[in-house]
């Protein structure tokens, strides 16, 4: 079946530091990949997306690559802000599994002054 | 256009209590989804609905019922609550498009049962 596996957090990062959140994923045929972001309190919100193999992603800074030769899918940033801080959570979108998604369980990150 | 809504915004149940979470969006997708959301771990889609009139289980669809009202409200009951269900509870509603799928999730109901 689909899977995906998260770089465990927590991390903490200082502000302006460089972020990245590996995503790995397991699927069968051509999944989308996602990268959701869920503030404190709220839902989730789609953040960046890629729909086939070399496709990049990109978002409020945020950059992500579809590699399916490593079946990856990296969630990175230049420069962190405080209101970065946030969990993080990549996902699979795969037309053979009725096209039900697949999360991972997310990374928070904490981005300090 | 508020997207999408959930009520109540918080829940204390008794074990062996039912109680239904209201989801409804206003954006005229088709499909709806119910996730629940547990301590470190990612959504686990409880039921979906494709469109109005259908529901289909999810990954853990035990000890839930849904209703597919219509094409606006996605309802989840619990009909004999346990503490297993304690947990987060989110609606999605899915923009299909050329562009592949977007959900838009709204803001959780969270769930204690005692």
């Known amino acids: 079946g689909n899977s995906v596996t998260q770089m465990e957090g927590p991390v903490t990062l200082s502000e302006e530091a460089f972020l990245t959140i590996n995503c790995t994923y397991t699927?069968?045929?051509?999944?989308?990949l996602f990268w959701y972001v869920q503030y404190p309190g709220e839902g989730l919100q789609l953040l960046l997306k890629?729909?086939?193999?070399?496709d990049k992603g990109s978002n409020k800074g945020f950059e992500a690559t579809y590699r399916k030769e490593t079946t990856s899918f990296h969630l990175e940033k230049g420069s962190v802000q405080v209101s970065d801080s946030a969990v993080y959570f990549c996902?699979?979108?795969?037309?053979?599994?009725?096209?039900?998604?697949?999360f991972g369980d997310g990374t928070t990150l904490t981005v300090k002054p | 256009n508020a997207g999408v809504t959930q009520t109540p915004k918080f829940q204390v149940l008794k074990t062996g209590q039912s109680m239904t979470l209201q989801c409804a969006q206003d954006?005229?997708?088709?499909?709806m989804y119910w996730y629940r959301q547990d301590p470190g771990m990612g959504l686990r889609l409880i039921y979906y609905?494709?469109?109005?009139?259908?529901?289909d289980k999810g990954e853990v669809p035990n000890g839930y019922n849904v209703s597919r009202l219509n094409k606006r409200e996605f309802s989840l009951r619990l009909e004999s609550a346990a503490p297993s269900q304690t947990s987060v509870y989110f609606c999605?509603?899915?923009?299909?498009?050329?562009?592949?799928?977007?959900?838009?999730f709204g803001p959780g109901t969270r769930l204690l049962v005692l």
């Open positions: 954006m005229n997708h088709n499909s």
């Open positions: 999605a509603s899915i923009k299909e498009g050329s562009g592949g799928e977007t959900q838009y």
């Open positions: 996902a699979l979108k795969s037309s053979a599994n009725a096209g039900k998604s697949t």
């Open positions: 890629a729909t086939k193999a070399d």
């Open positions: 609905s494709a469109s109005e009139g259908t529901t």
């Open positions: 699927a069968t045929g051509y999944p989308s």
